[in-house]
């Protein structure tokens, strides 16, 4: 269980394809704190540590198992040396509850539309298929790329939905949301409460 609140960024070290796609990831974490089996966010997407190290400058790195399946239902391209992923880990009794429950599964892939400035925030237009969109409401919650972000808009144009939310300057200089750009695809899933609502 994590919130959506990005806690580091990491970076794909190397991407090898035995099986499943082994990721070593570089991360500022104290690794020594990380159990082998803890589950952490990597760009919304839990996944379990099989390993872990440190470099010689004492920089912290972590091995997860990504299976094809996961590779299929999030966003092309992430899963390559040199992409950076948003990283929390798991939710801890007693911790702040600061963005919404996210689960780390993903729902679907969405697509950006546009990026504008408002004042110091920005503005990005996100596209969903017909999969996605009954369960994206404006002044909902939504994670996108493992970060919690309440919708702003919702509107439906010939077959997909288009939403959009806020960043503030924080969320764009401390996340990989900063590097959003028309036609990035990106994980999204949905509140975990619309999922229940849906299925009752």
């Given at each position: 269980m994590f919130t959506g609140i990005v806690s580091d960024i990491g970076t794909i070290l190397s991407a090898e394809q035995r099986g499943d796609l082994r990721l070593v990831i570089d991360c500022g974490y104290d690794v020594d704190a990380i159990a082998l089996g803890a589950s952490i966010a990597c760009s919304g997407v839990c996944l379990t540590v099989?390993?872990?190290g440190s470099h010689a400058d004492g920089r912290g790195w972590f091995a997860v198992d990504a299976s094809a399946e996961t590779v299929k239902?999030?966003?092309p391209g992430m899963w390559e040396a040199g992409r950076r992923l948003n990283l929390e880990r798991a939710l801890k009794l007693g911790d702040e509850l600061g963005g919404h429950i996210v689960t780390g599964h993903v729902d679907g892939v969405a697509t950006v539309i546009g990026?504008?400035?408002?004042?110091?925030?920005?503005?990005v237009g996100?596209?969903?298929g017909p999969?996605?969109?009954?369960?994206?409401?404006a002044k909902g919650s939504v994670t996108i790329d493992g970060?919690?972000?309440?919708?702003?808009?919702?509107?439906?144009?010939q077959g997909e939905t288009h939403f959009s939310v806020n960043l503030i300057p924080h969320t764009w200089a401390v996340t990989t949301l900063g590097e959003l750009g028309e036609g990035r695809p990106v994980n999204i899933e949905i509140d975990v409460l619309a999922r229940y609502l849906a299925r009752l």
């Open positions: 099989v390993d872990k239902c999030t966003a990026v504008c400035e408002e004042g110091e925030s920005r503005r996100f596209r969903v999969e996605i969109a009954p369960y994206v409401a970060v919690s972000l309440t919708v702003n808009e919702v509107a439906d144009h």
